[in-house]
């Protein structure tokens, strides 16, 4: 084949090809060489037309597959980097549970008893542990709080502890905290039923060795004792506290001696019913109060004689006439007790009630509850005199005779019986 005969790249694709060497000139192809050409360009023609086809398939295989590269060696880092940070954590987590443990529960013996801490009234379990961290028994307040929580402790009572040591556990503090405050050493006032409000003062201070009278008295005149049951018009606290037996702290104040004693009376008066005195006797609670402290100096007798003796009262009210109750005109002269003379009975007092009708201006003792729920509740009768007539046991003779009074009375005196 000479070189016009050399195949036509335009009829098929290029195939890349190795050239073969170009024959000598001066050797001259054979039939069998001559014919080769064209059995090789047919060849070439039938590859041409079979390449679309193969060229066509990895063409669809991109578009349905996603190729992906090979391993860098990437994962084995995350691994690492994982494996890591949980040690990590977990060297974290070890120490705060030993830190935990260790405030919880710290190493070694306790240390010195405290002196004393003072628990204030109304500490929180917030406080306490403050009070508690700051002096040294426990480390750490605000853990201290959680454990309790954690535990359901408390709450705890107010007062002075005196158990508590230095680098003590949670539990240890707890224990003591449970045990409670020491006892406040108390002072016991009592005043009995029948004093007047004079000698009760000084009944007061001298069982507390702490006041005086004179302070007691200044209270009660400043107005910061408070009581439902004083009129305001009324000056005098005769008979507005109640006698009983008190325990006081050491260190109590006079106003909170007066005022746990006016509120007491209170309470009794309530439970009497004197908040309903008007509706029930026509009278004040006042009027009331009074009667029951005439009731009180009138008689050491049995309570039963109590509500005859309100009723000889309240008879002789009704009627507008004079009590000549003894006990009262003695009040009036300051008195606590003793025989009259003409000249007491001829006194100028509004206590003095041989001469002047009605109640006394104010109560002329401290009534007990007996004469005070005699007072509001009188047994019925018409009576309207009573005397003395007997003295062991005490009793009186009640009448609504004015002559029988008269008679038991001499016979009374004859026995010496006053």
């Known amino acids: 084949m000479n070189s016009s005969e050399e195949f036509d790249p335009t009829s098929v694709k290029p195939v890349v090809r190795r050239q073969r060497p170009k024959p000598s000139s001066s050797v001259k192809p054979t039939a069998a060489q001559e014919s080769a050409p064209a059995q090789r360009s047919a060849a070439a023609q039938r590859s041409a037309a079979a390449e679309p086809a193969r060229t066509a398939r990895p063409q669809a295989a991109a ?10 060696g990437g994962g084995r880092n995350l691994i690492a980097i994982g494996a890591v940070s949980l040690l990590v954590l977990g060297i974290m987590l070890g120490s705060l ?83 409670g405050p020491v006892p406040i050493q108390a002072k016991v006032v009592r005043v009995t039923e029948g004093t007047r409000l004079k000698e009760a003062l000084i009944t007061i201070a001298d069982q507390m060795g702490t006041i005086t009278a004179e302070q007691l008295q200044e209270t009660l005149d400043s107005g910061k004792i408070l009581s439902a049951y004083k009129p305001e018009d009324v000056t005098s606290w005769e008979g507005l506290l109640f006698p009983d037996t008190y325990e006081f702290e050491e260190t109590a104040t006079p106003q909170v001696i007066l005022q746990t004693m006016a509120t ?68 009036g002269l300051d008195r606590p007790s003793g025989a009259l003379s003409k000249s007491d009975l001829a006194s100028n007092t509004p ?12 109560p002329i003792a401290l009534p007990g509850r007996a004469s005070l729920e005699a007072a509001i509740a009188p047994t019925e009768g018409t009576w309207k005199y009573y005397v003395l007539t007997s003295n062991d046991p005490p009793e009186h003779l009640f009448t609504d005779s ?9 016979d009374a005196q004859a026995r010496g019986v006053f």
């Open 402 to 410: 004015y002559n029988e009074f008269l008679r038991a009375k001499d």
């Open 97 to 179: 549970l030993l830190w935990a443990s260790r405030t919880i529960n710290p190493s070694g013996e306790q240390g010195e008893v405290i002196a004393s801490l003072v628990v204030p009234s109304g500490a929180t379990t917030a406080s306490i542990a403050g009070l508690l961290a700051e002096n040294g028994v426990v480390s750490d307040a605000r853990m201290f709080r959680y454990y309790t929580g954690w535990k359901n402790a408390g709450p705890w009572n107010a007062g002075e502890y005196v158990e508590f040591r230095a680098s003590s556990s949670f539990d240890q503090a707890i224990e003591v905290l449970d045990a």
């Open 351 to 362: 206590y003095n009630t041989r001469k002047v009708k009605g109640l006394p201006p104010t």
């Open 63 to 72: 578009d349905e597959y996603v190729v992906l590269p090979a391993p860098s």
């Open 264 to 331: 007491q009376m209170e309470k009794v008066l309530d439970e009497l019913g004197y908040d309903k005195a008007q509706a029930l006797q026509g009278r004040s609670a006042y009027e009331l109060i009074t009667i029951a402290s005439l009731i009180e100096k009138e008689t050491g007798a049995p309570v039963e004689e109590r509500g005859k003796i309100s009723r000889v009262i309240s008879n002789r009210l009704d009627d507008s006439e004079t009590l000549g109750i003894d006990a009262s005109v003695l009040y």
